[in-house]
């Protein structure tokens, strides 16, 4: 059974920092890309940064280029996203999820490349 689960998210004041970690069991981790998302009240689920099996490709999203990385520990089985600068627009839950096959370039950022998800962690920053 594959499980992903999320941890590392809080509350913190505006211009602080978080990291995300999402440990995954029951694939072949190292043979995945893996994405990080996030969904805000009242909105659907958007991508954040999205990071190939081998660690050489990275894909962000505007809104959170240059303030978040993401990284991936294939011995650890587990998939990091440093959050600085946090911003109050960041706030929302943040899902980890698996994408099998190729590295997939512009179409990583949606959904629905996406074939599994975790259950998320909460985010909220002050102003």
């Known amino acids: 059974q594959v499980q992903l689960v999320e941890s590392g998210g809080g509350l913190v004041q505006a211009g602080g920092s978080l990291r995300l970690s999402c440990v995954v069991s029951g694939l072949t981790f190292s043979s995945y890309a893996m994405g990080w998302f996030r969904q805000a009240p009242g909105k659907g689920r958007q991508f954040v940064a999205a990071?190939?099996?081998?660690?050489?490709?990275?894909r962000y999203a505007d809104s959170v280029k240059g303030r978040f990385t993401i990284s991936r520990d294939n011995t650890k089985m587990t998939v990091y996203l440093q959050m600085n600068s946090l911003k109050p627009e960041d706030t929302a839950v943040y899902y980890c999820?698996?994408?099998?096959?190729?590295?997939?370039?512009?179409?990583?950022?949606?959904?629905?490349?996406?074939?599994?998800w975790g259950q998320g962690t909460q985010v909220t920053v002050s102003s």
């Open positions: 999820a698996f994408s099998s096959g190729p590295w997939k370039e512009n179409r990583q950022t949606e959904n629905g490349v996406y074939d599994g």
């Open positions: 990071i190939s099996w081998s660690g050489s490709y990275t």
